[in-house]
């Protein structure tokens, strides 16, 4: 069965729907996007230091390099405050926090996951 737009979406062919979908996904991968994504919505704002405690797998330079990929998307906004030491925040466009209605979605979707025909592999085999 092929590409069946619904809704507000009807004007998409499937090879713009898929050109959609390629720069929406361009704009959320790498490894830890969507993690910090998850620790900023619902309207947080979060210092640098607590979201590198919050997500301990991280690094400084990981953790810099996917918050300034979203800010330059325009999912993040950065508040710089003029202060000694500087206190740097990060919080979601409204944009961005428009997002989490989809997000929700997927992790609904995920876990609706019928049963696999092949065994996943968990992330210590890999």
Known sequence: MGYIPLGKHDHHTPASAA?????????LEGRWKLVILFHLF???KQRFSDLERAIP???QKMLTQQLRQLE?????ARI?????PPKVEYHLTDWGQSL???LDEL???AENRPTPKRQRRSPRNQ
């Open 19 to 27: 050109s959609g979908i390629e720069d929406a996904i361009q704009m």
């Open 42 to 44: 619902g309207g947080k």
């Open 57 to 59: 797998g991280i690094s």
């Open 72 to 76: 330059q998307d325009g999912i993040v």
């Open 80 to 84: 710089v405050h003029a202060q000694v």
């Open 100 to 102: 989490c209605p989809a």
């Open 107 to 109: 992790l609904t979707w």
